[in-house]
């Protein structure tokens, strides 16, 4: 594996600076990194296809119904938050021959290789692009994001100081900075978050709940079902759609299943006949 995993990400030697960053996607995502993006210090404001006006003022963000002065205004950032799925549709509903100077452009999909492609495609050649996924949500950074995962790549950076300055607001929150190439994410990811995704979707299909006399290990698959369907079906459909390793993941999560079947239904037979001499 060539990721590289390290305290500090900050390839400049200047202070981190404190960043305009413009939200596109203010979904549940959006506001809660963007909590903490205020609580930094750094200057927000949003557009999203919901309007957000009534929240946006008490969190005292900008909100913008139209994306042009969205666009127009003086962003260092801009940091989609959309879900997988809409990602194409938002970006290429944007006009960004608008933007005013050079931005550099983050997402934070759960997918690494689609969001790459699309922003070099829509991109004008003089935009930055960072792919990040930060590896935990609302629930699971609810009590701050130390030791938990931020995974990225520098796809098309000039501006090192701006990309660090980004990349701190995770540092300087105890994250674990895993650099690693947006193709590898996919790969592991698709073993990894895609699996144990679709694992706690069965689980909700199978309706289980908590019982009174619940070992550990099905503690773990309560916590993982209630975990997993907080997420929209959107976010999961995306691993799924966008993520080009995860078809066969999917397959081999069935092919396992059916070995074990077979596995128990051989030995049940064995015991029938053993108990029928
Ligand atoms: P999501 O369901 O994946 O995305 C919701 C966001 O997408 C909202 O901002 C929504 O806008 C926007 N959206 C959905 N369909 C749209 C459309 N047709 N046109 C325009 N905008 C559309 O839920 P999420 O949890 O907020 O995740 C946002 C992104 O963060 C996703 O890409 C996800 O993979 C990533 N992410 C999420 C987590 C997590 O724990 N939730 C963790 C890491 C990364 P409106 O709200 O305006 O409708």
């Known amino acids: 594996m060539s990721s590289s995993s390290s305290s500090s990400s900050s390839s400049s030697s200047l202070p981190p600076q404190t960043l305009k960053i413009g939200i596109v996607g203010f979904g549940t995502f959006g506001q809660f990194l963007a909590k903490t993006m205020i609580k930094q210090g ?3 404001r949003a557009t999203s296809r919901t309007d957000y006006s009534q929240l946006c003022h008490q969190l005292d963000v900008p909100f913008f119904r139209d994306v042009i002065p969205f666009l127009e205004a003086d962003n260092d950032v801009i940091l989609i938050c959309t879900s997988i799925l809409s990602l194409s549709e938002v970006l290429n509903s944007m006009p ?3 933007l005013k100077r050079h ?11 689609h969001p790459r492609n699309v922003l070099l495609q829509v991109l ?9 996924h930060p590896m935990f949500g609302p629930e699971s950074g609810k009590n701050g994001w130390k030791d938990l995962p931020l995974v990225y790549e520098k796809v098309r950076v000039r501006d090192e100081t701006r990309c660090s300055s980004f990349l701190h607001i995770f540092e300087s929150e105890g994250c674990r900075m895993v650099e690693m190439s947006c193709e590898e994410h996919d790969k592991v990811a698709a073993r990894s978050q895609f699996l144990s995704h679709s ?28 975990s997993t369907t907080n997420d929209s079906f959107d976010l999961f459909s995306g691993l799924f759609i966008h993520n080009r390793f995860a078809q066969q993941e999917l397959m081999n999560l069935e092919q396992s299943f ?18 029928s001499v």
């Not at 694992?199 to 209630?226: H, Y």
């Open 124 to 132: 004008p050649e003089n935009m930055d692009v960072l792919c990040t």
């Open 103 to 113: 931005t550099l452009f983050v997402d934070v999909l759960s997918v690494k290789e």
């Open 258 to 275: 059916e070995k074990v079947k077979q596995r128990l239904l051989k030995k049940m037979s064995e015991q029938q006949s053993l108990s």
């Open 96 to 98: 960004l021959r608008r």
């Open 199 to 226: 694992i706690g979707r069965i689980l909700a299909e199978m309706g289980i709940e908590s019982t009174s006399m619940n070992t550990k290990s099905f503690e773990t698959l309560v916590k993982l079902k209630e």
């Open 42 to 44: 750094h200057t927000t």
